[in-house]
């Protein structure tokens, strides 16, 4: 049965991005690579209130790539996959192509 998690408030669900640990000729890759810490947006929250109770929007999408603080974000654990979650104002910026 797969589970589905839906963040409250203006929390954001993210799958880590894995940094390659071999190149496509087969040669192993130091742990310590110049890869960003990045992940998937999952899932998002509505969102939060202001003082006057108009909604705050949360800035990103599901699907956008996004950069993640070094440490933080509790992990969850679905179907076997572990998640982060971040608060929309912990994330550090949207990865672009």
Do not use: C, H, W
């Not at 509505?46 to 990103?60: E, F, K, M, Q, Y």
């Amino acid at each position: 049965m797969a589970k589905r998690f839906l963040p409250s408030l203006n929390r954001v669900l993210i799958e880590k991005i894995l940094p390659p640990t071999k190149t496509s000729g087969g040669i192993l890759l130091p742990e310590k690579s110049s890869q960003l810490n990045s992940g998937k947006v999952i899932a998002v929250g509505p969102g939060s209130r202001d003082r006057a109770g108009n909604l705050i929007p949360v800035s990103v999408k599901e699907g956008d790539q996004v950069l993640l603080p070094e440490y933080g974000g509790p992990q969850i654990k679905l179907d076997d996959k572990e998640f982060l979650l971040f608060r929309d104002e912990d994330i550090l910026g949207i990865l672009r192509d």
